[in-house]
């Protein structure tokens, strides 16, 4: 499976930004989504996920900031960043997956594509 996340940048503290996976609709149709971080120095950690039914589940310190969606044509998934903070800055990737493989993340999932570098400035 392709991924390609895109869209990040740097922003100051407020800002926002929106990420985009883009991928086969096939691809999306048929699993789960979901968008990780990694921060300098720590581990991987999910972010938000997105069912084939639209369902979602975020972090909760992203809860009512962050907000995963699906394109129209739904080949893209986005991530949408709002009052980003310092705290945010990370390399963010998305996969794919069953959600119980999504939860564990490197545990469960060994390929990881390119992810997309976010920093937020104070």
């Known amino acids: 499976v392709q991924l390609q996340a895109s869209g990040g940048g740097e922003v100051q503290a407020g800002g926002s930004l929106r990420l985009a996976c883009r991928a086969s609709r096939d691809i999306f149709d048929s699993t789960v989504v979901g968008w990780y971080r990694q921060p300098p120095g720590k581990q991987r950690e999910l972010v938000a996920t997105?069912?084939?039914?639209?369902?979602?589940n975020y972090l909760n310190s992203v809860k009512g900031r962050f907000t995963i969606s699906r394109s129209r044509t739904k080949d893209t998934v986005y991530l949408q960043m709002n009052n980003l903070q310092p705290e945010d800055t990370a390399v963010y990737y998305c996969?794919?997956?069953?959600?119980?493989?999504?939860?564990?993340?490197?545990?469960?999932?060994?390929?990881w594509g390119k992810g997309t570098q976010v920093t937020v400035s104070s």
């Open positions: 996969n794919v997956g069953r959600y119980s493989d999504l939860v564990k993340g490197d545990d469960a999932i060994h390929y």
């Open positions: 997105l069912t084939q039914g639209d369902s979602t």
